[in-house]
């Protein structure tokens, strides 16, 4: 079964914690998708990975960028639900949603906590992929730091 965790932002926006946990999987040796809503949400990634650091820079691609393939990307954004860079995990961004996710060795959901209904979405996702027989973590932010709140 696919190791699911969720992480419930409540300090940081999306674009500060992502990339720390994308370079923990990469130095796993995962290949990583990061699927979201939009085509502009996948554009702002995009940018964000290449700018996020002075000294450094997380390997990537984006859908929609002509002659890019998505196969030798060791991290691709994308609005897709297929695993299209033959990922272990899968990065759940923006209220996205997975198809299967039985594929993956991790399923992670990023979640802002002052969003009601991205709460409300990290919820219905917690009891579908319970309910499927996934091992489940919730971490959740307090004082800078990643705090296990919940396992099942």
Known sequence: MTEVVFYHLTEMKLEQALPDLLERSLGRGW???VQTISQDRCDALDEHLWTFKEDSFLPHAAQGKNGV?????PIWITTSTANENSAQVRFLVDNAVPGTIDEYERAIYMFDGHDEDAVTGARERWKIDKA???SLTYWQQEDGKWVKKAQS
Do not use: D, L, N, P
């Open 132 to 134: 499927a027989g996934h």
């Open 31 to 33: 290949k990583v998708i």
């Open 69 to 73: 393939e998505s196969q030798s990307q």
